[in-house]
């Protein structure tokens, strides 16, 4: 019968931590929600269940062979527990996720954890091509990929303020001065009392920031206007 050697236990645990922790040693670094441990765990996790399975697989094959006369009765899906953890990884990658009204973070944290448990898996089965490849292929999504391929991203400003005229020329003028592309922009007005001001007006603007300016440093210049109330980036 099939048995995973304490060789091989230990070389796929060991492989299974080294790489999962490389993996969530970038995440962390970033400070996203899932990071070194929980890497780990996920990948450990799911490199276990694989060798479960593999044994389950094998107890299986040499039960029917010693007992031909029931052969036909016994199944055993290969791949049943491992359809269990790719489906039940999507419950801790949501659990990641972070919403807020304007703000959604934390989906490539999930996506990293989806495919480290996917190679833990591999690592589980012996399949080490596969899984070293994953490896590579991953890390290079996470660390090159971003800065290899420069997609300046349009994102929406929201701005309250008062003195309409004056605010509006203040905003013009920075953004002509910082070189920040306008791609377009809407306007609404709240009739609210703000200190001796009857008006509180709001626009959103779609922009596109050059590299040397920073989203950080958008809003923190923003801020210092007197006349602006608040300053954030939103999606919609």
Request: aromatic fraction near 8%; glycine fraction near 8%.
């Amino acid at each position: 019968m099939y048995s995973v050697s304490i060789l091989d236990l230990v070389t796929r645990l060991g492989l299974a931590t080294v790489i999962a922790a490389i993996i969530g040693v970038d995440r962390e670094h970033n400070n996203h929600p899932a990071g070194i441990r929980t890497h780990v765990l996920v990948c450990l996790g799911a490199c276990v269940i694989a060798m479960i399975q593999q044994q389950i697989a094998a107890q299986a094959i040499a039960f029917a062979m010693t007992h031909k006369g029931i052969y036909d009765t016994v199944r055993a899906d290969p791949a049943r527990l491992i359809a269990q953890v790719v489906s039940g990884i999507g419950f801790l990658g949501a659990g990641t996720i972070i919403t807020t009204r304007h703000n959604i973070s934390g989906l490539t944290t999930a996506a990293s954890l989806w495919a480290t448990a996917g190679i833990g898996l591999a690592i589980g089965m012996g399949y080490y091509p596969i899984a070293i490849g994953g490896f590579v292929f991953v890390m290079i999504v996470l660390t090159v990929l971003k800065r290899a391929i420069n997609i300046k991203a349009i994102r929406r400003l929201e701005v309250k303020y008062v003195n309409r005229t004056e605010t509006q020329a203040y905003m013009k003028a920075y953004f002509k001065k910082h070189h920040i592309i306008v791609h377009g922009a809407a306007f609404s007005t709240e009739h609210l009392t703000v200190g001796s001001h009857e008006h509180l007006y709001k626009h959103i603007y779609r922009i596109e920031l050059p590299k040397k300016l920073d989203y950080a440093q958008l809003i923190d210049d923003l801020s210092e206007n007197d006349n602006i109330r608040t300053a954030r980036m939103i999606t919609i």
